[in-house]
């Protein structure tokens, strides 16, 4: 078993970095920790998409940080939960997932929180699935686990109201989801949730649950959300994300395009930068002497590295120098042949896989965002002569193909 560590200043860092509230308060968690007890915690994944994103690394991250400390770390894959569809947040219900939709996105979670996780030595984290426990559950179990629940709970809810509002159905299976996540908690008995504070309502019924089930206190840490300067929450449904499988270049430079105001909160949510550190940048940002491109580069140098290791880091940001900064073609562009000597812009973009369909193609045209040969394509019927010695098409900033005639 791992040595659980006391150091008065380590717990202070993993309960204040990065947190947005501890229920039901800091002090009494704080407590535990000092006391040199190990005690179990977790946070769920919901395989809604084929890899984890940035906000999932914030998660990650304070796994981490516990899991340094000594403490047990369960990284729950909700193959149950995802296939009913967390509505926090959301205007109207999820699409319904099959498990074998579920279980085939979670395939690469493991290797993805790899970068964060230890899942060997000494104090290994462990993978659970929930589906291990709720597809055993009766519809007897059901009804005697949600009558801890009242409908005035859920109802409550911001989204719900807004639905109500706007005369859009709310389902009855909505309402099962924070039962079915609060009774994660409950199965695997631990002392600790951690959340992004979207997930408040969904962690406090699993706190209600543990209490009323197993008369058991349960902490739940809830931690910031990485927002861009208007407060909107940077995810999946807004289209502004970095999935934690993006290849290192487009990671970074993806990085790069950031808004400023997200430099501050991205190294503290999504780095191990020491807060110190942090507060500087913070300072130096504040007086308006430091260029802000810089401390971005650091930024994306840092989350990269935690993702790809060093040498990946370093060759994006090169690439990143060449192509965007000093407006170079890279050396490296990768190629491929074509069977016919001329080709119709769209159908070409297709071809070399910078387009997934024709629609994207003529979108992407006419938003000034294709080149070919440094010329900016703005006819969606622009035919394109397809050399033996090639021809460089380029789409936005980082993306390259040399189309080679045959």
Request: charged residues 30%; hydrophobic residues 35%.
């Amino acid at each position: 078993m791992a040595k659980v560590i006391t150091d008065k200043d380590k717990i202070k860092e993993v309960l204040e970095r990065g947190k947005e509230n501890i229920y039901p308060d800091k002090d009494s968690l704080e407590k535990v920790l000092l006391s040199g007890k190990r005690i179990k915690l977790y946070c769920g994944f919901d395989p809604s998409a084929p890899s984890l994103h940035i906000g999932n690394a914030i998660q990650l991250n304070k796994l981490s940080q516990f899991q340094a400390l000594g403490h047990e770390v369960i990284f729950l894959i909700g193959d149950f939960t995802g296939m009913i569809g967390d509505p926090t947040d959301k205007a109207a219900a999820r699409k319904k997932m099959t498990r074998k939709e579920v279980l085939a996105n979670a395939r690469n979670y493991k290797k993805q929180a790899s970068a964060y996780l230890n899942f060997s030595g000494s104090n290994p984290a462990k993978i659970m699935y929930n589906s291990k426990w709720s597809d055993k559950l009766t519809f007897k179990d059901l009804i005697e686990v949600a009558s801890n629940f009242t409908a005035q709970q859920m109802f409550a809810r911001d989204m719900f109201q807004e639905r109500i509002k706007q005369e859009k159905p709310i389902y009855l299976h909505e309402f099962l989801y924070p039962v079915a996540q609060a009774y994660d908690s409950v199965v695997m008995e631990v002392d600790l949730e951690i959340g992004g504070n979207d997930q408040t309502f969904n962690m406090l019924a699993g706190r209600d649950l543990m209490k009323a089930i197993k008369g058991k206190e349960k902490f739940v840490l809830t931690t910031k959300l990485l927002v861009d300067p208007t407060g909107k929450k940077m995810g999946k449904t807004e289209g502004n994300i970095v999935n934690l499988d993006e290849n290192p270049r487009d990671m970074y430079g993806k990085i790069m395009s950031w808004p400023d105001g997200v430099i501050i909160p991205g190294f503290e949510l999504c780095t191990k930068i020491p807060m110190a550190e942090v507060e500087k940048i913070k300072g130096e940002l504040a007086d308006n002497k430091s260029n802000p491109r810089d401390f971005k580069m650091k930024l994306a140098f840092e989350i990269t590295k935690m993702n790809w290791g060093e040498k990946k880091a370093e060759e994006a940001q090169d690439y990143f120098v060449k192509t965007i900064q000093k407006k170079e073609t890279p050396n490296e562009v990768k190629s491929q042949k074509s069977k016919v000597k001329s080709s119709n812009i769209m159908d070409l973009l297709v071809e070399a896989e910078l387009a997934s369909s024709k629609s994207e193609a003529r979108r992407l045209i006419e938003q000034g965002g294709i080149k070919v040969d440094e010329e900016v394509i703005k006819d969606i019927n622009k035919k394109i002569e397809i050399t033996k010695d090639g021809i460089l098409i380029q789409r936005g900033k980082r993306q390259f193909v040399r189309v080679i005639g045959s």
